[in-house]
Every structure is written in structure tokens, then in C-alpha cells.
């Protein structure tokens, strides 16, 4: 059985580990920074990284890589159409790749940046995803198009919902905030706002969240239901001519929220 922690890395990150006790080898996703996985690998010794998992090149994704391989010799994983140090397979969609035992799908998830992979585990329910979609939210738009980014959430937000949801940055809270004031009256954001404030007061995980809690509560995967559509013709003073168009008004508005 593969164990799953986060490790804090900066102020909002999370560097995701995933340990198999049977071998002692493990994996992460996306290193911004060598020093935790290095504090944790010299706290348990007898254990060997064997993979790093990449998303996409953005520096707090990808800043530990060098050091972490040239110190484990451990696999280097990345989007093929973008630059990632060190990077030992080039991975694009459609492609499949073993981890620890298991097979994982690359799911190419454009938006964010242009080469963004996402991580599919369909046995385990496993999906590392980056800062393509966030609990109750979605990465910025750097690179892509919001007709993009549409297109690669509703990929995701199609996967099974049980699917668990690792993407890489604590920011559920202000999300909720953002949630809230599209759907007002949705209940389960509301919930969630208030489970989530509860749990960032102790300083607890947000994550992993599951596509299930998403599909309810993310306003990215809601721009075809009817109350998030008035609430966006209700401030662009405009129908909006298609789901795409709801994202993209709701992805202009949460930038300046
Ligand atoms: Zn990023
Ligand atoms: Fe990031």
C-alpha cells in the first residue's frame, strides 16, 4: 500500500511523497525546493527516492530537481513541451508511465502553462494535478487561453468522483471566499468554507479533496449550471454565450477578487 504526505514547502506548497514501505522507495511531485524531501529522506534512512514527478516548469515545481537527483539518482519525470531540469522522460498525453508499481495516464492540461501534465492513477484513484485545478479553484492563466483551461478542467472534472485531488498549493480557503460569492447560495460551499477555516485555524491539510466535493463546490467546474451562468450575466450585463465564456468571466474576476 503506497502512503501519500504532504511536505510544506514556502509559504503554500506542497511537495506530495509517495512512500511504498514494502520496497522503502518513494516518489515526489513536484520539488520546488530539495530541502524538505532531504530533511525527510535523512530521517528515515534505508529509504531511496526513485521518482520525481513534474507538472509543469514553474520554479516552485521544479527549483529542487538538480539537487534532489544528483544526490538519490532518482528518475526525472516531466512535460515534454516544456523545460524541465534534468528531466530524464519526456511525458505527453496519452502516454504511461510506472511508478512505485503503478501505472499512471498523463493527462495533458493546458492553461496554466502550455506544457501542463497532469498525473492519473485510475486503480488508486490518484490524480496529481498540479496548479491546473485547485480544491474549490483553478491555477492562473500564464501561458494559455481560458477556451484552454476550460477544456482541460472539464477533462479532469470527467474522471470518476472518487478521483483524490493532490494539487500542489494550500490556497482552498480564499477560494471558498471566491466560491462563496459566485454561489451565494450553495450550501456546500458554504459547508466547506466553514470546514476548511476551521481546519486552516490548526493549520491543518486542505488536501486532497475529491472531483466529488469539486464538481459541488468549484465554481471552474461549474460555469455550465444555471445559478453560476446568472450570477456572470448578472455582473458582465450579458448573457454569456457559452460555459467557456463563464469561465473565462469567472477566471477575469477571481484575478481581481
Ligand atoms: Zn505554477
Ligand atoms: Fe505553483
Not at 504526505?5 to 516518489?27: G, H, K, S, V
Not at 521544479?62 to 522522460?89: F, Y
Not at 501534465?117 to 483553478?138: K, R
Not at 470527467?158 to 494550500?170: D, W
Amino acid at each position: 500500500m503506497i502512503k501519500i504526505d504532504a511536505l510544506p514547502a514556502f509559504t503554500d506548497n506542497y511537495i506530495w511523497l509517495l512512500q511504498d514501505p514494502e520496497t522503502r522507495r518513494c516518489a515526489v511531485v513536484d520539488p520546488g525546493d530539495a530541502a524538505p524531501v532531504l530533511a525527510w529522506l535523512s530521517e528515515h534512512p534505508g529509504w531511496q527516492l526513485s521518482d520525481i514527478l513534474i507538472t509543469h516548469h514553474h520554479p516552485d515545481h521544479v527549483g529542487g530537481v538538480e539537487r534532489l537527483k544528483s544526490t538519490s539518482g532518482a528518475r526525472v519525470l516531466g512535460p515534454a513541451a516544456e523545460r524541465i531540469p534534468a528531466r530524464d522522460l519526456a511525458l505527453g498525453e496519452g502516454d504511461r508511465v510506472e511508478v512505485l508499481g503503478h501505472s499512471f495516464a498523463i493527462i495533458e492540461v493546458p492553461g496554466h502553462t502550455l506544457g501542463h501534465i497532469a498525473y492519473y492513477q485510475a486503480e488508486q484513484h490518484w490524480l496529481f494535478c498540479g496548479d491546473t485545478l485547485f480544491a474549490a479553484g483553478c491555477g492562473r492563466l500564464f501561458e494559455g487561453t481560458p477556451e484552454q483551461m476550460h477544456v482541460s478542467l472539464s477533462r479532469l472534472a470527467a474522471l470518476p468522483a472518487e478521483t483524490q485531488v493532490y494539487c500542489t498549493h494550500e490556497y482552498t480557503l480564499s477560494n471558498l471566499r471566491f466560491a462563496q460569492a459566485v454561489e451565494p447560495d450553495n450550501r456546500q460551499i458554504a459547508q466547506r468554507l466553514a470546514q476548511v477555516s476551521e481546519w486552516r485555524q490548526t493549520g491543518r491539510i486542505s488536501l486532497p479533496s475529491t472531483l466529488q466535493l469539486e464538481r459541488a463546490t468549484n465554481p471552474f467546474l461549474r460555469s455550465d449550471e444555471p445559478s453560476v451562468q446568472a450570477r456572470i450575466a448578472e455582473r458582465e450585463g450579458a448573457k454569456p454565450r457559452s460555459p467557456s465564456d463563464v469561465f473565462a468571466s469567472l477566471r477575469a474576476w477571481k484575478d481581481r477578487f
